[in-house]
């Protein structure tokens, strides 16, 4: 059974659509997509950079340090120098907070 975390209002993310929570003891980064939320682990697979910091395009998120892309829906890298998927996680909204399920 999933572990649902608490993480952050949906209001952190109305601004940049992106924002980054530690849920579990992992750094996760959530994301806004058209009224739903979906939530990746934070760290980009390519580097050492932080994909809450990168670009939410629709539901691409680019990252900060060299611009690779990752589907926020699935975890899958679209978009080079990515090429190895990020984790996901199911997001629900529940009391008013983002929460994250954890395995
Ligand atoms: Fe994310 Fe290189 S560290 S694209």
Do not use: M
């Not at 109305?14 to 849920?23: K, Q, R």
């Not at 994301?31 to 934070?42: H, K, P």
């Amino acid at each position: 059974a999933l572990t649902w975390a608490p993480a952050v209002p949906p209001s952190d993310l109305e601004e940049f659509g992106v924002a980054a929570a530690t849920v579990g003891g992992l750094k996760v980064a959530l994301y806004a997509v058209d009224g739903e939320y979906y939530a990746t682990a934070d760290l980009c697979t390519h580097g050492a950079a932080s994909l809450a910091d990168g670009f939410l395009d629709g539901e691409l998120i680019e990252c900060p340090l060299h611009q690779g892309t990752f589907n926020v829906k699935t975890g899958a890298a679209v978009g080079a120098p990515c090429s190895v998927a990020v984790r996901t996680f199911p997001v629900k909204l529940e009391g008013g907070l983002l929460h994250v399920g954890l395995p």
